[in-house]
């Protein structure tokens, strides 16, 4: 957003018209005093004074958008700059003692001008409450991206894990079965050493696809590494695990892929492996599901 310099803001106009209509007005109804009875020391401290909230006022300015906040702040500001500045022509025109209105110039605009800027600042401090909620929420989006696999977009291994823990609290809270199933392409490296790694992990971007069209939409599926995927299943119970874990293991030997360079057709199969969550942490539950496929792989027949 491009910044308007100070000098051509409606708020130097409409300041500048108030100090000159003020000035006016204490001229009409006094006399100038002349320099040997001028206070130097009072108009240094006063000068400085109207030029340190000219400053502050241009600086608000330029440092802040448009909005509400800042015209509290301003108006306040400007309020000040006025005050201060009929105080400042006061040390060069002498005011008849009888009028005594002329002292309202320099003294009601200051309580105005309090009142605008502590509410500006209130409203401030609320801004400020909200960014930085949006930038914990922002954070923790980043945080979480950082956990998300490079290849596919689905979580990797740590974010499986943190999932995890939050998921053992809700099944213990609420006294819902917590399903694990884990699915593993059998030789795969076989794939990746007859068609090189870019078709591996071509295959692999697909079959994630696929294992996701399969899933309901409570499920959570992470890349634990390589060509091994969890998936965590919520509110499901041991049946319900294994009909789901069957219909994965029917779509990866359904799939069909040509690769890209011979154009031969490949052909995967799976192995699965269940587990309920029952007193585990999150470690020893990944770790007992990684045993039982380990167990399912030695003793299935793999077929690409």
């Given at each position: ?17 108030a ?36 400053f ?16 509290l ?17 006061d040390e ?24 605008l ?30 956990l ?7 979580g990797?291994g ?8 939050l998921?053992l609290?809700?099944s213990k ?7 694990l199933?884990?699915?593993?392409l ?7 050493r ?36 969890v998936?965590l299943?919520h ?31 490949v ?19 990944i770790?007992?599901?990684?045993q ?9 027949a793999?077929?690409?």
């Amino acid at each position: 957003m491009k910044k308007r310099p100070f000098l051509q803001t409606s708020y130097f106009y409409g300041l500048a018209t108030a100090i000159v209509s003020g000035t006016l007005i204490l001229r009409a109804r006094g006399d100038v005093k002349p320099i040997s009875e001028v206070n130097w020391l009072d108009v240094m401290s006063e000068g400085g004074m109207v030029i340190l909230a000219f400053f502050w006022l241009a600086l608000l300015l330029r440092s802040r958008p448009a909005g509400r906040v800042t015209r509290l702040l301003a108006f306040g500001l400007c309020a000040i700059v006025f005050s201060w500045s009929m105080d400042f022509m006061d040390e060069f025109i002498r005011m008849p003692s009888t009028l005594i209105w002329h002292n309202w110039l320099e003294s009601m605009p200051i309580p105005i001008a309090l009142i605008l800027l502590s509410i500006g600042i209130y409203h401030w401090h609320q801004e400020e409450i909200a960014i930085s909620a949006q930038m914990v929420k922002r954070e923790r989006y980043f945080r979480e991206h950082r956990l998300f696999d490079k290849l596919m977009p689905v979580g990797g291994g740590a974010y499986l894990k943190k999932q995890l823990k939050l998921s053992l609290a809700e099944s213990k809270k609420n006294q819902q079965p917590l399903a694990l199933i884990a699915i593993d392409l059998d030789d795969f490296n076989v794939i990746n050493r007859l068609y090189g790694i870019k078709e591996g992990d071509h295959i692999l971007q697909l079959v994630c696809q696929l294992l996701l069209l399969n899933l309901r939409d409570k499920d959570l599926i992470c890349r634990l590494a390589g060509d091994r995927f969890v998936i965590l299943l919520h509110d499901t119970d041991e049946a319900e695990a294994k009909q789901l874990s069957q219909d994965l293991q029917h779509a990866v030997a359904s799939f069909a892929y040509r690769t890209q360079e011979s154009q031969q057709r490949v052909y995967l199969t799976a192995t699965t492996a269940i587990t309920m969550a029952k007193r585990d942490d999150s470690d020893s539950l990944i770790k007992r599901l990684n045993q039982l496929l380990s167990q399912r792989k030695q003793t299935a027949a793999p077929v690409i």
